[in-house]
C-alpha cells in the first residue's frame, strides 16, 4: 500500500489466498480451532500496539519538553509559562500510568496468568495518551508542531493507527465490558 498517512516504515499490502491448498501438516492448531488461536493471538498483539503508543507518547512529551526550554517568549522558556507547564505535567503522568498498566500486563502474560483484560484495558489506554500526548504536543510546538521538519508532526499522525490496529478504540471497551461481566 502506498500513500500511508502514518508507519510509512511499515510494509502493508493486501494478499489473496484464491484457491488455494494447505497440506494437512501444514495446518496451524486443529481444524476449527483457527478462531480461538487467533483471537489468543490478539492479546499478545495489543501489547505491542500499546508499547508502541507507550513509545509514542514518550517521544511525543520528549519532543514537546525539548522545544518548551529552547524556545524563549518575553525572555524565558514557554515551559516556564503555567499553560505550558501544566500541559508537560499532565502528559508525564499519563505516561507514567500508561506505562503501569502495560508493564502489570506484560507482567502477568508472562508469569503465564490470563492478561486478556489487561490487554485490551493496556491497548485502549496507551493508544489514546498517544493520542492526548501527541495532540498537546503539537500545540507546545505552535505552527511549528505542523512542519515535518518537527518529530511531533509525525508522531501526531503515527498516533492515529494505534487506535485501529489490533481493534479499535470501540472493539477495546466492548472486550473490556465483557471482561467486567456487563
Known amino acids: 500500500m502506498h500513500g500511508k498517512m502514518m508507519w510509512r516504515a511499515s510494509d502493508t499490502a493486501e494478499l489473496y489466498f484464491d484457491d488455494c491448498r494447505v497440506p494437512e501438516e501444514n495446518l496451524l492448531g486443529k481444524i476449527g480451532e483457527g478462531s480461538h488461536i487467533m483471537l489468543h493471538t490478539l492479546d499478545g498483539g495489543r501489547l505491542s500496539i500499546a508499547a508502541m503508543g507507550l513509545g509514542c507518547a514518550q517521544g511525543a512529551f520528549e519532543a514537546a519538553l525539548q522545544y518548551g526550554n529552547e524556545r524563549k517568549q518575553f525572555g524565558k522558556p514557554i515551559v516556564k509559562f503555567q499553560v505550558n507547564a501544566f500541559k508537560l ?6 505516561i507514567e500510568l500508561a506505562r503501569n498498566l502495560l508493564y502489570k500486563a506484560c507482567w502477568l502474560k508472562d508469569a503465564g496468568k490470563p492478561y486478556g483484560k489487561e ?9 489514546e495518551i498517544a493520542k492526548q500526548v501527541a495532540d498537546e504536543a503539537v500545540q507546545i510546538h505552535g505552527g511549528y508542531g505542523l512542519m ?6 509525525r508522531f501526531y499522525r503515527d498516533q492515529r493507527l494505534l ?3 489490533e481493534g479499535t478504540s470501540e472493539i477495546q471497551r466492548l472486550v473490556i465490558s ?5
Open 178 to 182: 465483557r471482561y467486567i461481566g456487563c
Open 163 to 165: 487506535q485501529i490496529g
Open 119 to 127: 490487554a485490551a484495558m493496556s491497548k485502549l489506554y496507551c493508544s
Open 148 to 153: 515535518k521538519d518537527y518529530d511531533v508532526e
Open 89 to 94: 505535567a499532565d502528559m508525564a503522568t499519563k
